[in-house]
């Protein structure tokens, strides 16, 4: 193989080609190499302020329409509507709303139910303050013979999507799908499964990835299958059989041929995926739900990747059970929820290999995902984890909070009780702008967000 | 915003504006491509190439993956399109794919000033040609590549003959074919179908023009049965995998190499 490092020159070439046009001018586009926190690379960055977030609802039986549903708010601290609900778009069923992901043009978010198996396709361009559902593939199970699509992250036109588990025993066992833009299906690939050459038993399980195009690799790490997922989480504790199909490993891919190169041992569940965006990093970090730590994958001196356990979370429950990770843009900050104690840890990352607490603040009963603006000062939180791990009675508090981060604290700015509007349960987010000439990394540096077209625009849809 | 359909979005911009018009931008890709490629560093270097963290250019380092030994996914059929040809013929966009070669396209418009998007483009197109006529002399008449202007009102197909120069009439080598449209009309559709996002800039005081325009970089690699095989986007346009990729798929047409 040659090596795959001649860019520069290339690029010197290119710019030499259009010195003459640009110079003086001290204006220049933007590439694209870092996200909110977890987008795909490929995709265009809102580096600003957001002004919308959608939230991926869960449908409760007897709540409202009982749907899951895409719930757009206002979160421009401008608009006179900021930490409202501006808009709800019910999917029609209840299929156990999960994760979203956008289209390489962010022009589209796809959002799958882990239940229906269905992919839901909204148009968030046309007018980003009311999304509108264009298509929804039904026939994802049937055509790839997996189960429970849970990760959508975009490839130059078109979608990567991990699964869950399969449609043989609704066990672990998954794999990867690519669909085109149109929402075709491509080509599927397995998990791997079996002795890898290092010695490491593959399980085959899937749960996030994550990919550094500069590394040309594709992270996978593991959950469980169909059949822990929707069980009842007080039933499962209790079922040792059940409890021991989890997955234990995590995968690095070539990102190019999508084909698995190591496999690692990383015992607990391995969940969220995050790639350090600073430049010259090349370390991910993830979150293993059963055993409650953090772990680092990294290239070693010999240019080989391997899993460091680095840190193990405190929390005041007898199980940590961390969910969803959020890293900042240069990677010396991690955020940290732990569901059970409902708290979300900051974690320093100075050094990835040794990582501090160094705050930590009760959100809500229970709490799963967070979100961070590019800039890390503002950081949304959501409740749900899975509809039938959710808590019970009181304790099933379901809201979406976003606060201001200073550095130090973090300062409430809103909180919408998602059962008191009768929506249900509030999981995942993404963030949009309203004039999407903010959304291409060509502008990123060019002009700011025209405040009045943006409040205009809400104002209409409020009405 | 949008005054001509989803794909084409009016910004405004703040002062100064940016491009010095296209015959100074045409004269200058012109002068620099007639210097035979043999740029001076000092070119460079005045040029504040930079990524949107000021961090500096990204480096790709990984190995990349031999010929042969991967395969590239049917993603899509690739769209068609009424276009115009250099001598201002009217054609079919697909008419420029298939056949006996592969094709790989991308949307350009010649006054662009944009480091990071047609003359980078421009400038990967050229090292593939070069180094595929150079070596797999064999193969250069299997590959064609196509530069379609998102410009209609000031890339006629006479000014894309003067901006193609030497590499539309070249009688041996890879093909190299410049086309346009007729007018936005027959543009949108296009760009729309390979969701090629345009951005026209304007000032923000008169709300019109600047004469510029912005694009986030798309190359398509389209295979003889006028598939999309491979799309390389912004950032991560790595001419060294293409070029693989374009052999790939040689190669699984029964080509031999050298």
Redesign the interface.
């Known amino acids: ?8 020159s ?14 003086g ?10 996200d909110e926190t977890c987008n795909s ?2 995709t ?2 809102i ?1 600003g302020q957001e002004d919308l977030v959608y939230v991926w609802t869960l449908g409760v039986e007897g709540m409202g329409d009982g749907s899951d549903k895409l719930v757009t708010v206002d979160v421009n601290p401008k608009s006179k509507h900021f930490g409202k609900v501006i808009a709800t778009l019910s999917v029609g069923d209840r299929g156990e709303a999960h994760h979203m992901g956008f289209t ?2 962010r ?1 589209y978010m796809w959002a799958g139910a882990l239940d229906s198996n269905k992919i839901f396709i909204f148009d968030i ?2 007018n980003p303050a009311k999304p509108k559902l264009v298509k929804t593939i039904t026939d994802f199970a049937e055509k790839t013979g997996f189960v429970g699509p849970h990760t959508f992250y975009a ?4 979608m990567l999507i991990q699964a869950l588990s399969n449609t043989k025993d609704h066990g672990g066992r998954t794999g990867l799908a ?1 669909y ?3 929402g ?1 299906l ?2 599927t690939y397995d998990m791997p499964t079996g002795k890898m050459s290092n010695g490491v038993m593959a399980d085959g399980y899937g749960y996030d990835l994550g990919i550094n ?5 594709l992270l996978t790490s593991s959950f469980t299958g169909w059949n822990n997922y929707m069980m009842d989480m007080g039933k499962l504790v209790k079922d040792p059989e059940a409890m021991k199909h989890f997955g234990n490993t995590m995968a690095i891919w ?1 990102a ?2 999508l ?1 698995p190169k190591k496999v690692f041992e990383v015992p607990g569940a391995p969940l969220e995926i995050r790639w350090s965006l600073k ?1 010259g990093d090349n370390w991910a970090v993830t979150a293993t739900a059963l055993t409650g730590k953090l772990w680092v994958i990294k290239e070693d001196a010999n240019k080989e990747w391997q899993a460091y356990d680095v840190a193990t979370l405190k929390t005041d429950s007898p199980i940590a059970l961390p969910v969803d990770i959020s890293l900042s ?1 240069d990677g010396k900050g991690l955020w940290v929820n732990t569901f059970l104690d409902g708290v979300a840890q900051y974690w320093d990352f100075s050094d990835p290999m040794k990582p501090k607490m160094t705050y930590k603040k009760k959100i809500a009963s229970q709490v799963n995902m967070v979100s961070q603006s590019f800039d890390g000062k503002r950081v949304y939180f959501t409740t749900s984890l899975l509809g039938n791990w959710d808590k019970k009675g009181k304790d099933d508090e379901q809201v979406l909070k976003m606060y201001n981060w200073d550095g130090k604290q973090l300062k409430e700015a809103f909180s919408i009780d998602f059962y008191k509007e009768k929506l249900g349960r509030a999981h995942h987010m993404k963030f949009q702008a309203i ?3 903010q959304l ?8 700011g967000l025209d405040t009045l ?1 943006k409040v205009a625009l809400t104002d209409r849809q409020a009405k | 915003m949008s005054y001509l359909s989803a794909n084409i979005v009016i910004r405004a911009l703040p002062p100064p504006s940016r491009g010095w018009g296209f015959p100074i931008s045409l004269l200058s890709l012109l002068i620099s491509l007639s210097a035979g490629w043999a740029l001076s560093s000092a070119h460079a270097a005045d040029v504040p190439i930079k990524d949107p963290d000021s961090n500096g250019e990204l480096v790709f380092n990984y190995d990349i993956n031999l010929p042969g030994t991967y395969t590239l996914n049917r993603i899509k059929r690739a769209a068609d399109g009424k276009v115009l040809d250099t001598d201002g013929k009217a054609r079919a966009l697909t008419d420029f794919f298939g056949g006996d070669k592969l094709t790989l396209l991308s949307f350009i418009y010649s006054s662009c000033a944009d480091p990071n998007g047609c003359p980078y483009a421009y400038a990967v197109f050229h090292q593939i040609k070069s180094r595929l006529e150079r070596e797999q002399p064999q193969l250069a008449n299997k590959l064609r590549l196509v530069s379609l202007s998102f410009d209609p009102e000031r890339d006629t197909p006479a000014m894309l003959k003067l901006y193609a120069g030497d590499n539309v009439t070249a009688a041996h080598g890879v093909q190299w074919d410049f086309l346009t449209t007729a007018s936005l009309r027959e543009l949108i559709p296009i760009l729309d179908a390979y969701r090629q996002d345009v951005y026209i800039d304007l000032d923000p005081k008169t709300g019109k023009s600047v004469g510029t325009m912005s694009h986030v970089l798309k190359v398509f690699l389209i295979d003889r049965d006028k598939y999309v095989r491979e799309i390389y986007t912004a950032s991560y346009l790595n001419p060294d995998v293409a070029y693989n990729d374009i052999l790939t798929l040689l190669l699984e047409d029964g080509a031999r190499l050298k």
Request: glycine share 4%; charged share 25%; proline share 8%.
């Open positions: 193989m040659t090596k795959g490092n001649d860019r520069f290339m690029k010197a070439l290119a710019a030499a080609v259009s010195a003459t046009m640009v110079l001018l001290g204006m220049l586009p933007a590439a694209t190499h870092a690379p490929y265009p960055l580096k390489d043009d022009r361009h046309s490839l130059p036109g078109r690519v085109n833009n149109e075709d491509v080509k195009p500069q590394q040309n690799v070539d190019k041929t084909q430049k843009r004039n999407l000439k291409q990394p060509l502008q990123a540096k060019l002009d077209d």
